[in-house]
Every structure is written in C-alpha cells, then in structure tokens.
C-alpha cells in the first residue's frame, strides 16, 4: 500500500503562485512516475503534469510555461510550482504515484492522494 498527503493549496489571486507538495510513504517501487491531476467541478480529472524516477517530464498543454513539476526522491515526494495562476486553474489537484516493475517495465498498481482544493480568484 501507498500513502499520499498532500499538502499547499488554497485561495490565491490570478496571476499568484502556489507550491503543492505530495508526500508518498509505503510501497513505493524503484521506477515510479509521480504526478499531478485535477478536477474542476462538472469536469473530468485531467493530467496536468508528471515526472519519471530519471526526472523526465510531461505538461499538459495549458500549464507549459506556468508549472513546473520537480520531486526529491529520497524523500518521495513531488512538487508542484503554479505560476502565474489563472481563474480556470481553478480545481481539486490530486498526487498520483504509478509502481512499474523493474523486471517488465509493467505498470503495476497506481495511487490517488485525497485531493487538495486550489481556487483562484480573479
């Protein structure tokens, strides 16, 4: 089992920035991808960005240039940096950790943190 807190969200005003932090404690495998999501309300949950065991990136297209993701791996843990935040960045950011096994190179089992609330006012 995998637990993830996550921690940093909030009220901020447009063009503010945040930092989120998602510890992961458990069974966390030697190749991971760590990553953030998030959830407007009525929406579905959408990938914002993720970061490899090696440090190799992904953004969605709306954040490129405004988040940055990071992790510490000895500590388990990934960041979020929101720049320049946006009215529609507005939602339920959720961590999630993907266990791949080192022998298959398989995904194996994922985990959800509970979400923390960012809303950004205008």
């Known amino acids: 089992q995998v637990q993830l807190v996550e921690s940093g969200g909030g009220l901020v005003q447009a063009g503010g920035s945040l930092r989120l932090s998602c510890a992961a404690s458990g069974s966390i495998f030697r190749i991971n991808v760590m990553g953030w999501y998030r959830q407007a309300p009525g929406k579905q949950r959408d990938l914002v960005a993720y970061?490899?065991?090696?440090?190799?990136?992904n953004y969605a297209a709306s954040v490129k240039g405004r988040f940055t993701i990071s992790r510490d791996n000895a500590k388990n843990t990934v960041y979020l940096q929101m720049n320049s935040l946006k009215p529609e960045d507005t939602a339920v950011y959720y961590c999630?950790?993907?266990?791949?096994?080192?022998?298959?190179?398989?995904?194996?089992?994922?985990?959800w943190g509970q979400g923390t609330q960012v809303t950004v006012s205008s």
């Open positions: 970061i490899t065991t090696y440090g190799s990136t």
């Open positions: 999630n950790v993907i266990n791949y096994s080192d022998a298959s190179k398989r995904r194996v089992n994922d985990y």
